[in-house]
């Protein structure tokens, strides 16, 4: 089980702060994963559907990858390698708040910046801002020094100088958007938080407006 506050610290390596675990791996991003059946209210079929379209498709030239996941495809992204009892207590936690399904979708850039995004969509509000908060918490926790917030859209951010092993800063923003927890990486060669937080709002306006049927 992971320990309250401890979340960051499972996140920094596989996915906050190494971008969402594939984006340090020089292998492709894995095939969509098949979409298993969460009680909700809408289908998981159907909200995995709706969610792929809001991405940004990223700079001229860019590759990009992506697709939707499921209920253990999204646990594998946001904790990678971390051990089986950590894995059914995020299952647990991310089931009770109501996950419904997620989509991902990631560019690299020819000048080597990476953007990775992950939409992860809930039955209700209540159970994205809840998620979205236990991230910004821990992102604050393991950051305290360069973390940052953005009341327009409710956002949580953190910078990370400190390159890793290929060179990379990052930046990591989180907020809730209506039912959609919105989690999203710049990765370039240096932290740039001004580029990251406007290709945030990029995303966050391709959203849906929350309330209005999808």
């Known amino acids: 089980m992971i320990a309250p506050g401890r979340l960051g610290h499972v996140l920094a390596a596989p996915l906050l702060l190494a971008a969402l675990t594939a984006c340090t791996s020089s292998t492709p991003a894995a095939s969509p994963a098949p979409v298993g059946s969460t009680p909700a209210t809408i289908s998981v079929a159907e909200a995995g559907e709706k969610l792929t379209p809001y991405r940004?498709?990223?700079?001229e030239g860019s590759t990009q990858a992506g697709g939707v996941l499921d209920l253990d495809g999204t646990v594998d992204v946001l904790i990678g390698a971390s051990g089986t009892d950590a894995k059914a207590d995020m299952q647990r936690r991310l089931a009770q708040r109501g996950f419904v399904v997620a989509?991902?979708?990631?560019?690299t850039a020819p000048d080597g910046r990476r953007a990775d995004t992950l939409l992860m969509r809930f039955s209700a509000d209540p159970g994205a801002e809840g998620l979205a908060g236990t991230l910004a918490q821990d992102l604050r926790s393991i950051n305290p020094d360069t973390a940052f917030t953005d009341p327009s859209d409710l956002s949580t951010g953190v910078v990370v100088n400190t390159p890793?092993?290929?060179g990379r800063a990052r930046v990591a923003l989180v907020a809730p958007h209506?039912?959609?927890?919105?989690?999203?990486?710049?990765?370039p060669a240096t932290p740039d938080k001004r580029t990251a937080m406007v290709l945030f709002h990029t995303e966050l306006g391709l959203?849906?407006?929350p309330g209005i049927p999808w």
């Open 103 to 107: 989509a991902r979708h990631s560019w």
């Open 207 to 209: 959203l849906p407006t």
């Open 56 to 59: 940004p498709a990223g700079p």
């Open 164 to 166: 890793d092993s290929r």
């Open 178 to 187: 209506g039912d959609v927890v919105v989690l999203n990486y710049l990765t």
